[in-house]
């Protein structure tokens, strides 16, 4: 294992537990993504918030690590041939843990694959869209007194949620009966759409039976209560 002191990034963040993964976050919907993913496959890791209010997402230590300077990233300490591994992109970390635990992901080619095709749909279509709907109703795009470009957004939203609505059918997860990183990709965006001021009723989400459904089933799992809230507060306490 190497010593983790070589990344520029624990300078600001330093590691008090070098031997275990390291996540940079914050409890957005693309960051915590990483962070349920660590509590369900159960892999040691430390925490450290990056603080959008203080624009660390931007500092030259958080760069080295992301040059997107956008959350979640990790540093895997013990990662591929025993060297360490720093990531970002949540669908890349997801994939990664997925593969690094054997969890989450189906052992067979075709389910393998099914499943990565999913993530890519977050990764592409939810994730972006839902996020500038977000722009559009809660920061300042809801100033904006032309509506045209946030009902864009709210018809692309309607549509994908249908997209998911059809391929949860019949199935208790997005790969049926199997709980997937796909399921991890996809959720917190649902869950963020669906508790967003004004999101749901202009979506028509509760149209989307089998969306709410297994959102609900998803934010019953004791490692998604759990990491919705990772990194904590700087105020919170236990």
């Given at each position: 294992m190497k010593d983790l002191?070589?990344?520029p990034v624990t300078r600001k963040w330093p590691a008090q537990h070098p031997d275990r993964l390291q996540l940079y976050s914050?409890?957005?919907p693309n960051g915590v993504k990483a962070a349920i993913m660590l509590e369900e496959?159960?892999?040691p890791y430390e925490v450290h918030r990056v603080a959008f209010e203080k624009q660390e997402q931007t500092s030259p230590e958080y760069l080295s690590l992301n040059p997107n300077n956008k959350i979640p990233a990790i540093i895997d300490p013990n990662g591929p041939d025993g060297q360490p591994l720093?990531?970002?992109e949540s669908g890349a970390i997801l994939l990664y843990l997925a593969e690094k635990t054997g969890q989450l992901l189906p052992p067979?080619?075709?389910g393998r694959i099914e499943t990565i095709q999913w993530v890519m749909f977050q990764n592409g279509g939810i994730g972006p869209m839902f996020g500038q709907l977000g722009f559009f109703l809660k920061f300042a795009g809801k100033d904006w007194e032309d509506k045209r470009p946030r009902d864009?957004?709210?018809d692309e939203a309607k549509r994908l949620l249908g997209v998911l609505d059809q391929r949860l059918e019949g199935r208790d997860w997005i790969m049926g009966k199997r709980y997937t990183i796909a399921d991890i990709m996809t959720f917190p965006w649902v869950n963020g759409l669906q508790s967003l001021d004004g999101a749901r009723e202009l979506v028509g989400f509760d149209k989307f039976g089998n969306v709410g459904r297994?959102?609900?089933a998803f934010l019953q799992r004791p490692a998604v209560s759990k990491g919705l809230k990772i990194p904590a507060a700087p105020d919170a306490s236990g």
């Amino acid at each position: 294992m190497k010593d983790l002191d070589s990344f520029p990034v624990t300078r600001k963040w330093p590691a008090q537990h070098p031997d275990r993964l390291q996540l940079y976050s914050m409890p957005t919907p693309n960051g915590v993504k990483a962070a349920i993913m660590l509590e369900e496959s159960g892999l040691p890791y430390e925490v450290h918030r990056v603080a959008f209010e203080k624009q660390e997402q931007t500092s030259p230590e958080y760069l080295s690590l992301n040059p997107n300077n956008k959350i979640p990233a990790i540093i895997d300490p013990n990662g591929p041939d025993g060297q360490p591994l720093p990531l970002w992109e949540s669908g890349a970390i997801l994939l990664y843990l997925a593969e690094k635990t054997g969890q989450l992901l189906p052992p067979d080619a075709a389910g393998r694959i099914e499943t990565i095709q999913w993530v890519m749909f977050q990764n592409g279509g939810i994730g972006p869209m839902f996020g500038q709907l977000g722009f559009f109703l809660k920061f300042a795009g809801k100033d904006w007194e032309d509506k045209r470009p946030r009902d864009r957004f709210v018809d692309e939203a309607k549509r994908l949620l249908g997209v998911l609505d059809q391929r949860l059918e019949g199935r208790d997860w997005i790969m049926g009966k199997r709980y997937t990183i796909a399921d991890i990709m996809t959720f917190p965006w649902v869950n963020g759409l669906q508790s967003l001021d004004g999101a749901r009723e202009l979506v028509g989400f509760d149209k989307f039976g089998n969306v709410g459904r297994v959102l609900q089933a998803f934010l019953q799992r004791p490692a998604v209560s759990k990491g919705l809230k990772i990194p904590a507060a700087p105020d919170a306490s236990g």
